[in-house]
Antibody, heavy 125, light 107 residues
Framework: QVQLQESGPGLVKPSQTLSLTCTVS??????????WSWIRQLPGKGLEWIGY???????FNNPSLRSRILMSIDTSKSQFSLNLTSVTAADTALYYC?????????????????WGRGTLVTVSS | ETVMTQSPATLSVSPGESPTLSCRAS??????LAWYQQKPGQAPRLLMY???TRATGIPARFSGSGSGTEFTLTISSLQSEDFAVYYC?????????FGGGTKVEIK
C-alpha cells in the first residue's frame, strides 16, 4: 500500500520560505506514470492545486503561485519537496502531498488517489 | 482559471435518502470532472472521474453525470458512512480547480 508523509515546520514567518518534504513508502516511486503533487486546503475553504513533479524532475505549477514555487525530487530517497517563497498569512493552510490515480488501464496526472495526512503550516510572526 | 461552483453548500439528509449534489464550471471542462469525498481529519478520497466513472473500489451507489459546465453527483440510499464533504474538481483546463464543497449532514 502506498503511503505518503509530509514533514516540515508548522510555523513560518512572513516573507520567509515554506519548505516541506513528502516521503513515500510502498509501491514504485520511479514509474514514469506517477505524478507527485502538492495540494493545499485553506482554512475553512476548499482545495487549491499547487503543482506536481515527475520522477524526471519535470514540473507543472499553478500560475497563481508559479513565481514562488520550487519543487524537487530525490528518487534515491523516495522523497519530493516543495519550497514556497515570500510567504504571507494567505499561505496558511493544510498542505497535502499526493500521488496520481491509475485505474481502468490508464494513469491520470491531475487526479489524486494516494494522499498524505496533511501538515498544517501557519504563517505568523 | 476555471471557477467551480457547488450547490448547495450544505445538504441535510436522512439515511436512506438519495441526495443530488451539483457542480457548475465557469467554462466548459468537457467531461473531465472528478468528485472527491472528505471526512473530518482525513484527506480527500477520489470517488468519480470522467464525470461518470467510479474510481477503484467505490460503491455503485455513487453515480455521476454531466458534461460541459453542469455536473451532478447522486448518492443512492445514503449510508451513515457517506456523511462528509464532497468536492468537485475539473482537470480539463490548467490549473486544475476545485469547487468549494457540499457538506452532506445528518438531518
Amino acid at each position: 500500500q502506498v503511503q505518503l508523509q509530509e514533514s516540515g515546520p508548522g510555523l513560518v514567518k512572513p516573507s520567509q520560505t515554506l519548505s516541506l518534504t513528502c516521503t513515500v513508502s510502498g509501491g514504485s516511486f520511479n514509474s514514469v506514470e506517477y505524478y507527485w503533487s502538492w495540494i493545499r486546503q485553506l482554512p475553512g475553504k476548499g482545495l487549491e492545486w499547487i503543482g506536481y513533479i515527475q520522477g524526471s524532475g519535470s514540473t507543472f505549477n499553478n500560475p497563481s503561485l508559479r513565481s514562488r514555487i520550487l519543487m524537487s525530487i530525490d528518487t534515491s530517497k523516495s522523497q519530493f519537496s516543495l519550497n514556497l517563497t515570500s510567504v504571507t498569512a494567505a499561505d496558511t493552510a493544510l498542505y497535502y502531498c499526493a500521488r496520481n490515480y491509475c485505474g481502468g488501464g490508464s494513469c491520470f496526472p491531475l487526479l489524486n488517489e494516494y494522499w498524505g495526512r496533511g501538515t498544517l503550516v501557519t504563517v505568523s510572526s | 482559471e476555471t471557477v467551480m461552483t457547488q450547490s448547495p453548500a450544505t445538504l441535510s439528509v436522512s439515511p436512506g435518502e438519495s441526495p443530488t449534489l451539483s457542480c457548475r464550471a465557469s467554462r466548459s471542462v468537457s467531461s473531465l470532472l472528478a468528485w472527491y469525498q472528505q471526512k473530518p481529519g482525513q484527506a480527500p478520497r477520489l470517488l468519480m472521474y470522467g464525470a461518470s466513472t467510479r474510481a477503484t473500489g467505490i460503491p455503485a451507489r455513487f453515480s455521476g453525470s454531466g458534461s460541459g459546465t453542469e455536473f451532478t453527483l447522486t448518492i443512492s440510499s445514503l449510508q451513515s458512512e457517506d456523511f462528509a464533504v464532497y468536492y468537485c474538481q475539473q482537470y480539463n483546463n490548467w490549473p486544475p480547480t476545485f469547487g468549494g464543497g457540499t457538506k452532506v449532514e445528518i438531518k
